[in-house]
């Protein structure tokens, strides 16, 4: 019997609509390092909500990465390949749970609310500390950097098999049809 080649359609739509989402969060986060006053507060109020938005969204996707099985690499790729294939997936998902984490700690030892919208607020998960405040601040911002990089390397890996090696990795998550069956 032959297997599906393509990601599931719930790890297809979640991986669709993360990817704009942390290309938008990333720029939010570098307009807002270079804004200050009312705008500054604006995109503040955008930046709290996306991350845990993220957060949230990262969670079902690991779960349904870890219930349902990815499909196979091409059998013909590099085991370096597979190597950092996987490296940069087990990069992404640290990182997609990991940034909006600190942050939302960092709010917490710098006693700033993460409020979502209007009145709905997230409790602290850190107890007040300037200290630990100035650390996360900085944690937050090399993580932010890792992501970018990590982001880039999906990207043009992404790019070098859909457009140079053709060898069906790209579409396995890119399709929007039907899957298409191996030795078909």
Do not use: C, K
């Not at 709905?120 to 993580?143: C, E, G, K, M, N």
């Not at 990590?150 to 899957?179: E, N, Y």
């Amino acid at each position: 019997m032959n297997r599906v080649v393509r990601f599931s359609a719930l790890a297809r739509v979640l991986h669709w609509l993360m990817a704009p989402l942390i290309l938008g969060m990333l720029l939010v986060g570098v307009f807002m390092a270079a804004t200050e006053g009312p705008a500054y507060a604006t995109l503040v109020a955008l930046h709290r909500p996306m991350g845990i938005g993220i957060l949230l969204l990262a969670a079902i996707r690991l779960a349904n990465r870890l219930i349902v099985r990815p499909p196979p690499l091409p059998a013909a790729m590099p085991a370096i390949q597979r190597v950092a294939a996987l490296g940069s997936h087990i990069a992404l998902y640290a990182l997609m749970i990991a940034m909006p984490l600190v942050g939302w700690g960092m709010l917490s030892a710098g006693a700033y609310p993460v409020v979502l919208w209007g009145a709905v607020r997230l409790p602290p998960i850190l107890p007040h500390d300037p200290t630990l405040f100035a650390l996360l601040r900085q944690l937050h911002s090399w993580l932010a950097f890792a992501l970018f990089g990590v982001v880039v390397v999906h990207v043009g890996a992404a790019l070098l098999h859909g457009l140079i090696l053709r060898d069906g990795v790209f579409p396995a998550m890119a399709s929007l049809r039907r899957g298409r069956r191996e030795g078909a």
